[in-house]
Structures are given as structure tokens and as C-alpha cells.
T-cell receptor
Framework: KNQVEQSPQSLIILEGKNCTLQ??????????LRWYKQDTGRGPVSLTI?????NTKSNGRYTATLDADTKQSSLHITASQLSDSASYIC????????????FGPGTRLSVLP | DGGITQSPKYLFRKEGQNVTLSCEQN?????MYWYRQDPGQGLRLIYY???????QKGDIAEGYSVSREKKESFPLTVTSAQKNPTAFYLC?????????FGQGTRLTVV
């Protein structure tokens, strides 16, 4: 069964600190993996996309890594800001017709001053 | 993400009533999806449509219905058969592996 797991479920850090969110998946055949940021009451917004051949990709203070062998990804946030408080969702796309997106449950990040 | 419009942003429904949530996209995407999100939980797929006049049930389709008469529109009807409809509903469209989301509709049963 195609599944995406994320950890931790929630995380609280102080402003300016770094943090890393984890994503494990069993989706096959793998197409790509995206990290989304979802502010409360809003739709998710894409942060990064990674394909099978990519190991790391950065978007400002966000850096995503992908290990296709172990089927793990991480999202590292550097020098956190209060505006980083949100849910971060890992979404894995499978190469097939039909429902081809599998969503993780998300990690709720709270950045405190 | 731009290009997908959901309306209304907030919706209140009395028990026993059907309500329809609107989702419109101008991105020329073939595939559209409806997800439900409950507090502290991930997104769960209700229905999806890969092409016009075709749609498939997702993981939690019971109590919901959809139509796809136009490429741009994918309305979701929450019927009285849905026993726990209070939730945040997200519409998405996809092309080449990326999902674009609307801003969501928060439905509350009163």
C-alpha cells in the first residue's frame, strides 16, 4: 500500500534555530516528492520538488534532501522565523493513472519568539 | 497558489441540507481533486477527475458527489448522507506532477 509517514507530528522551536522534518514513503513506482507549507486555514503552497535523481534542493532557507534507496526525505529549515509556523506536508507522486498523489499527515511547526 | 478559486471561504449548513462547494481553475489542467482536512490530520482524498465527464471515488467518497461537465470546474456536493461534514475542504488541480491548491472552504454544520 502506498503510504507516506512524517515525523515528528509536531515541533516547537525558538526563533533563529534550525530544524529538520522527516518523511518516509512506500509509494511505488516513484515519480517525485514535494514538500508543501500550509498556513492555518489556507491551501498548501509548494516549497520544493525532487525527482528520483536529485539528492538535495534548496529554496531560500529551506533545503530538502532525498534518498531514493531508503525512501526517505528531509526538510531542513535554517534560521527559523515566526512566519515559518505552519504545517509542512510531504507529498509523493506515483507514476500511474488515477490518484497519483499520496499525502503525508504533516508536521505542525511552531516557532516561538 | 494562483489559478484555482474556491468559494465560498466559509459555509454554514443546517443538518439535513445539501451544500455545494465551488472549485474553478484557469490553468488548463486536466486533473482535479477534492480533499478533506480535519484538525490535526492530513489530507484525505474524496473524489478526483482526470478528464472532463469522468471522475473516480477517493478514500472517503461516501456522502459526497461531484460533477465534471467542464474542464475548468469541479464542484463538490456534500449531501445529507455525510454524517460528519464539518471540515476544511481543499480543491486541487494537477499537471506534470505538481498539485496547485485553492485556498479552501471551511464548512460548519449548525
Amino acid at each position: 500500500k502506498n503510504q507516506v509517514e512524517q515525523s515528528p507530528q509536531s515541533l516547537i522551536i525558538l526563533e533563529g534555530k534550525n530544524c529538520t522534518l522527516q518523511c518516509n514513503y512506500t509509494v511505488s513506482p516513484f515519480s517525485n516528492l514535494r514538500w508543501y507549507k500550509q498556513d492555518t486555514g489556507r491551501g498548501p503552497v509548494s516549497l520544493t520538488i525532487m525527482t528520483f535523481s536529485e539528492n538535495t534542493k534548496s529554496n531560500g532557507r529551506y533545503t530538502a534532501t532525498l534518498d531514493a534507496d531508503t525512501k526517505q526525505s528531509s526538510l531542513h529549515i535554517t534560521a527559523s522565523q515566526l512566519s515559518d509556523s505552519a504545517s509542512y506536508i510531504c507529498v509523493v507522486s506515483a507514476v500511474n493513472y488515477g490518484q497519483n498523489f499520496v499525502f503525508g499527515p504533516g508536521t505542525r511547526l511552531s516557532v516561538l519568539p | 497558489d494562483g489559478g484555482i478559486t474556491q468559494s465560498p471561504k466559509y459555509l454554514f449548513r443546517k443538518e439535513g441540507q445539501n451544500v455545494t462547494l465551488s472549485c474553478e481553475q484557469n490553468l488548463n489542467h486536466d486533473a482535479m481533486y477534492w480533499y478533506r482536512q480535519d484538525p490535526g490530520q492530513g489530507l484525505r482524498l474524496i473524489y478526483y477527475s482526470q478528464i472532463v465527464n469522468d471522475f473516480q471515488k477517493g478514500d472517503i467518497a461516501e456522502g459526497y458527489s461531484v460533477s465534471r461537465e467542464k474542464k475548468e470546474s469541479f464542484p463538490l456536493t456534500v449531501t445529507s448522507a455525510q454524517k460528519n461534514p464539518t471540515a476544511f475542504y481543499l480543491c486541487a488541480s494537477t499537471r506534470t506532477g505538481r498539485a496547485f491548491f485553492g485556498q479552501g472552504t471551511r464548512l460548519t454544520v449548525v
